[in-house]
Nanobody, 118 residues
Framework: VQLVESGGGLVQAGGSLRLPCAASGRTFSINTMGWYRQAPGKQRELVAIIYTGGGNTNYADSVKGRFTISRDNAKNTMYLQMNSLKPKDTAVYYC????????????WGQGTQVTVSS
C-alpha cells in the first residue's frame, strides 16, 4: 500500500485545513489508517485513527472536538479536517496504514507541512 498526503500549508490561528491521503495498492487489506504529526524537536504522535472494519475512530485529547478523521472508500482516500487550528498544531503531518496479522505492514506517506501562525 502506497500513501500520498497533500493539503498542507500556512494558515492563521482559528482557521481550517483539510488533509487528504490517497492510498493505492492492496487497499482492501488495510486494518487501520491514521494521522500522526511531528513537531520540531518532538516525537511523532498520534493525532487520529480510523478502523476500516467498523469505521470507529479515536483522537488525541489535544484535537478532540476540533479535528475529524474520515475515509471515502470509493476514492481510497482518507481525510483529516482540522478546524480551530492553533499554533501548537504546527507540525509535519503523516498518513499511516497498517495491517495486523498475516501480511503485516506499517506504511507511511512522505508527510505534509502544516504551519499555524498566531
Amino acid at each position: 500500500v502506497q500513501l500520498v498526503e497533500s493539503g498542507g500549508g500556512l494558515v492563521q490561528a482559528g482557521g481550517s485545513l483539510r488533509l487528504p491521503c490517497a492510498a493505492s495498492g492492496r487497499t482492501f487489506s488495510i486494518n487501520t489508517m491514521g494521522w500522526y504529526r511531528q513537531a520540531p524537536g518532538k516525537q511523532r504522535e498520534l493525532v487520529a485513527i480510523i478502523y476500516t472494519g467498523g469505521g470507529n475512530t479515536n483522537y488525541a485529547d489535544s484535537v478532540k472536538g476540533r479535528f475529524t478523521i474520515s475515509r471515502d472508500n470509493a476514492k481510497n482516500t482518507m481525510y483529516l479536517q482540522m478546524n480551530s487550528l492553533k499554533p501548537k498544531d504546527t507540525a509535519v503531518y503523516y498518513c499511516n496504514a497498517r495491517r495486523y496479522g498475516l501480511g503485516v505492514y506499517d506504511n507511511w506517506g512522505q508527510g505534509t507541512q502544516v504551519t499555524v501562525s498566531s
